[in-house]
């Protein structure tokens, strides 16, 4: 009875030993897959970082190119404003003169009748009346420009 219960000791002890060594074993595999998942939850992590810093980047990229087409159009349009400006307007009046005034000064109607005023001060035959106002403005084209859309109208 002795060995009987010694056998069954050793039986239970090896039992719980192989209990233990497989319990061991799941603890370690569980450990094991839950390090793998921290791992590919980390690397998800990483590409979206490296996928963010790449956006980031490419953003800096657009707006650096935007600002420096927006940069050039402005002065592509500042130029060309300074062209117009330095541009003259050609007049020809109703005797037969020409005259070449800057288009800043006849940029507006005020400027503009001014400057007609101004022609005809000494010009006895149509003088007065030009004073007065009785005259037209004529487009290079031909058509009467209106006092009311000469600004709209006029250019260099």
Do not use: C
């Not at 402005?74 to 404003?81: C, T």
């Not at 005034?101 to 009346?129: D, N, R, Y």
């Amino acid at each position: 009875q002795e060995r009987l219960e010694a056998a069954r000791a050793e039986w239970e002890a090896e039992r719980i030993a192989t209990a233990d060594e497989w319990r061991t074993e799941v603890e370690i595999q569980a450990k094991a897959a839950a390090m793998d998942e921290a791992r590919a939850e980390l690397g998800i992590e990483e590409r979206v970082q490296e996928r963010m810093k790449a956006a980031q980047e490419e953003m800096k990229n657009v707006e650096a190119e935007l600002r420096a087409r927006i940069t050039k159009e402005a002065i592509e349009r500042v130029k060309e404003d300074m062209k117009k400006e330095t541009k003259p307007i050609r007049f020809k009046d109703a005797i037969g003169r020409k005259f070449t005034f800057p288009f800043h000064l006849v940029q507006t109607w005020s400027g503009m009748e001014e400057l007609i005023k101004q022609a005809f001060l000494h010009v006895e035959v149509v003088g007065p009346q030009v004073a007065q106002g009785h005259y037209d403005l004529i487009s290079p084209d031909g058509e009467v420009i209106l006092p009311t859309v000469w600004e709209r109208m006029v250019e260099p």
